[in-house]
């Protein structure tokens, strides 16, 4: 993983400047990358601050890119070493990422599993059931997917859509609705007995926030595949959305299968919080030895509870 200075200066540069002009209004902008010779000449970082200067870039952007770029490193290579013990141990480790549309949990799944071994960590985000499966037990499909010894699963949402996108959207009725929430905590206390590593994570946004990633998902040609007819009724069911989460974090949280939640509206700080809380929460040889901070900012990442401020 570890790459020349020069490298990591280019693609801070270059992410800082693709960015600005996926939101930039002006017809004319300064190309976004630095040449050879340009990198060259960079042998301090007062040098590298008076060459962005010079070329019109933003210091603290590419500075800020650079530093996420360096603690997002050091955080993989945990991540590495507890997906080892995990090989090792025969573990079965399932991570829940939930929350709204647009709340970045894609994206920091990517981050989690990008040096991680595919063979033994792989990503579950299940279609719409097929008409067999919905006649079949809720958990069924979910059951399927869970960690064999030795794995990591990672939910891009999870058997938790029936406790709010499916009763918001009709997609499930009453009885429905209600039977799952009578059987979710007893589903995962089976879990938890049988040594399951459950971790839950509810990814927080605002509902600005909300609006203003949907409108940058429109003009940016790289996101169209994430633009659904349901990202519109997102916003109009804001509310009936957060009553259905409420009710979730008050039938669902429990000593052994607590939901964590975290402020999302910073996407870089709620994707290295998150592998912190993991990494803190999961125990690993060599873990003492780490080169960063493996403690999450309770300002970014905490345990549910009633009296917590939420943002959404």
Same mark, same amino acid.
């Given at each position: 993983?570890?790459?020349?200075?020069?490298?990591?200066?280019?693609? !801070?540069?270059?992410a800082?400047?693709?960015?600005?002009?996926?939101t930039?209004?002006?017809?004319?902008?300064?190309?976004?990358?630095?040449?050879?010779?340009d990198?060259a000449?960079?042998?301090?970082?007062?040098?590298?601050?008076?060459?962005?200067?010079?070329k019109?870039?933003?210091?603290?952007?590419?500075?800020?890119?650079l530093?996420?770029?360096?603690?997002l490193?050091?955080l993989?290579?945990?991540l590495?070493?507890?997906?080892r013990?995990?090989?090792l141990h025969?573990?079965?480790?399932?991570?829940?990422?939930?929350?709204?549309?647009?709340?970045?949990?894609?994206?920091?799944?990517r981050?989690?599993?990008?040096?991680?071994?595919?063979?033994?960590?792989?990503?579950?985000?299940?279609?719409k059931?097929?008409?067999?499966?919905?006649?079949?037990?809720?958990?069924?499909?979910?059951?399927?997917?869970? !960690?064999?010894?030795?794995?990591?699963?990672?939910?891009?949402?999870?058997?938790?859509?029936? !406790?709010?996108?499916?009763?918001?959207?009709?997609?499930?009725?009453?009885?429905?609705?209600?039977?799952?929430?009578?059987?979710?905590?007893?589903?995962?206390?089976?879990?938890?007995?049988?040594g399951?590593?459950?971790?839950?994570?509810?990814?927080?946004?605002?509902?600005r926030?909300?609006?203003?990633r949907?409108?940058?998902?429109?003009?940016?040609?790289?996101?169209?595949?994430?633009?659904?007819?349901?990202?519109?009724?997102?916003?109009e069911?804001?509310?009936?959305?957060?009553?259905?989460?409420?009710?979730?974090f008050?039938?669902?949280?429990?000593?052994?299968?607590?939901?964590?939640?975290?402020? !999302?509206?910073d996407?870089?700080?709620?994707r290295?919080e998150?592998?912190?809380?993991?990494?803190?929460?999961?125990?690993?040889?060599?873990?003492?030895?780490s080169?960063?901070?493996?403690?999450?900012?309770p300002?970014?990442?905490?345990?549910?509870h009633?009296?917590?401020?939420?943002?959404?």
């Open positions: 993983m570890a790459e020349s200075r020069a490298i990591r200066i280019a693609k !801070a540069v270059e800082v400047g693709e960015a600005d002009q996926r930039s209004n002006e017809e004319e902008l300064l190309p976004n990358r630095l040449s050879e010779e990198l000449k960079v042998t301090s970082n007062r040098g590298l601050r008076a060459l962005l200067r010079q019109g870039f933003s210091t603290r952007k590419v500075l800020n890119t530093r996420y770029e360096a603690e490193e050091k993989q290579i945990e590495v070493r507890l997906q013990s995990i090989q025969g573990r079965r480790v399932a991570i829940i990422f939930e929350g709204r549309d647009a709340a970045g949990k894609g994206g920091t799944i981050r989690f599993i990008e040096h991680l071994n595919p063979r033994t960590a792989r990503v579950v985000a299940l279609p059931p097929t008409e067999v499966e919905q006649g079949q037990w809720y958990f069924q499909r979910y059951v399927s997917q869970l !960690a064999n010894p030795g794995e990591i699963r990672f939910f891009d949402r999870s058997w938790y859509n029936r !406790a709010v996108v499916e009763p918001v959207m009709g997609f499930c009725n009453d009885a429905q609705y209600r039977m799952f929430m009578q059987q979710v905590p007893e589903f995962e206390h089976m879990l938890y007995e049988d399951v590593e459950l971790i839950k994570f509810w990814f927080s946004i605002s509902k926030e909300q609006a203003q949907f409108a940058s998902r429109a003009v940016n040609p790289l996101k169209q595949w994430k633009i659904s007819p349901v990202d519109d009724e997102a916003q069911h804001w509310d009936l959305y957060t009553r259905y989460k409420e009710k979730m008050s039938r669902t949280h429990t000593t052994f299968s607590p939901w964590i939640i975290v402020k !999302a509206n996407k870089r700080r709620a290295l998150s592998m912190r809380y993991v990494l803190s929460r999961l125990d690993y040889e060599g873990k003492e030895l080169g960063t901070n493996l403690q999450p900012d300002d970014i990442v905490r345990r549910f009633r009296s917590n401020k939420q943002i959404d």
